[in-house]
């Protein structure tokens, strides 16, 4: 229920953000005339853009990071069994398998990239919530392993 309370001035909540995962920009701004819609999504998509190219360049290196089997495995054993990605171990099974047998050609190099795009194909089994919670920490999961 967005309706004010009578007797308090009306706040607008406008969220710029969940593009891209993990960014959120509550714009608390009083209703009056001074507000300007355009200038402030201007300054959110401007925000949002600006994390395209570090993205851009994390995505291209993990593409050309060739892993081993044995590396995936633990890294798979990183993140389920010592509990390091806050995602639900039942999921173990089903990223091994979309990452050992891909469904799509385009995921059959053995890279971190193919490894990624198995956790995020995995988590579309989860309810909506804990869908977006775990595909927003893989990155720093992810981000965060010893080369």
Same mark, same amino acid.
Not at 5 to 19: D, S, V
């Given at each position: ?21 993990? +960014?959120?920009?509550?714009?608390? =701004?009083?209703? !009056? ?8 999504? @201007?300054?959110? $998509? #401007? ?11 994390? +995505?291209?290196?993990?593409?050309? =990071?060739?892993? !081993? ?8 054993? @990183?993140?389920? $069994? #010592? ?11 089903? +990223? ?52």
């Amino acid at each position: 229920d967005h309706r004010p309370i009578p007797g308090t001035k009306r706040l607008t909540w406008l969220e710029l953000g969940n593009i891209v995962p993990s +960014v959120f920009t509550p714009v608390l =701004a009083k209703h !009056t005339k001074s507000f300007n819609l355009i200038d402030t999504l @201007a300054v959110g $998509v #401007d925000r949002i853009q600006r994390s395209f190219e570090p993205m851009r360049r994390q +995505v291209e290196e993990w593409r050309q =990071a060739q892993i !081993t089997d044995e590396r995936a495995k633990l890294i798979l054993y @990183a993140a389920f $069994v #010592d509990g390091k990605l806050d995602a639900p171990r039942s999921l173990l099974s089903e +990223v091994h398998r979309l990452y050992f047998q891909p469904q799509y050609e385009e995921f059959s190099p053995r890279t971190m990239w193919s490894l990624s795009n198995a956790f995020t194909s995995a988590f579309k089994e989860l309810d909506p919530v804990p869908q977006f919670k775990a595909t927003a920490k893989l990155g720093a999961f992810l981000t965060q392993l010893p080369a």
